[in-house]
């Protein structure tokens, strides 16, 4: 599951990361995007820090991506970051994507990496 979460993180916004961090209870691993995120106020950290615990207590894999300036400073503050092992951080989507799917998958990351199949240049009508 891709958690994926941009532009300023205030309070308004923890009651919705809140809600939406219920789709985790279905998953495997989950991938928090934090890359666009411009602010990370403490409520919305103290939110974050809740899913990221939940979904580790249930025995998920949890990747972050993007936890760099106030908003790496701010996870590394509540230790967030210190839950993870330092191989499940990233700066990369697309990284975090391809080790959360060899991680729940290992045979899933070396399958996406074939080129897709080519069906002509026939168009549906």
């Given at each position: 599951?891709?958690?994926?979460?941009?532009?300023?993180?205030?309070?308004?916004?923890?009651k919705?990361?809140?809600?939406?961090?219920?789709?985790?209870?279905?998953?495997?691993?989950?991938?928090?995007?934090?890359?666009?995120?411009?602010?990370?106020?403490?409520?919305?950290?103290?939110?974050?820090?809740?899913?990221?615990?939940e979904?580790?207590?249930e025995?998920?894999?949890?990747?972050?991506v993007?936890?760099?300036?106030?908003?790496?400073?701010?996870?590394?503050?509540?230790?967030?970051?210190?839950?993870?092992?330092p191989?499940?951080?990233?700066?990369?989507?697309?990284?975090?994507?391809?080790?959360?799917?060899?991680?729940?998958?290992?045979g899933?990351?070396?399958?996406?990496e074939?080129p897709?199949?080519?069906?002509?240049?026939?168009?549906?009508?």
């Amino acid at each position: 599951l891709l958690f994926r979460l941009s532009g300023p993180m205030i309070f308004g916004v923890a009651k919705a990361i809140n809600r939406e961090h219920n789709a985790i209870k279905d998953c495997d691993a989950v991938v928090f995007d934090l890359s666009d995120v411009r602010h990370l106020g403490v409520t919305a950290s103290l939110a974050i820090e809740n899913a990221v615990k939940e979904a580790l207590d249930e025995g998920r894999q949890v990747f972050i991506v993007g936890a760099t300036g106030q908003t790496g400073r701010r996870l590394r503050n509540l230790k967030v970051l210190s839950l993870l092992p330092p191989n499940h951080i990233f700066e990369s989507r697309e990284e975090a994507l391809k080790y959360a799917a060899h991680a729940v998958s290992p045979g899933l990351a070396e399958r996406s990496e074939q080129p897709p199949l080519d069906y002509g240049s026939t168009a549906l009508s």
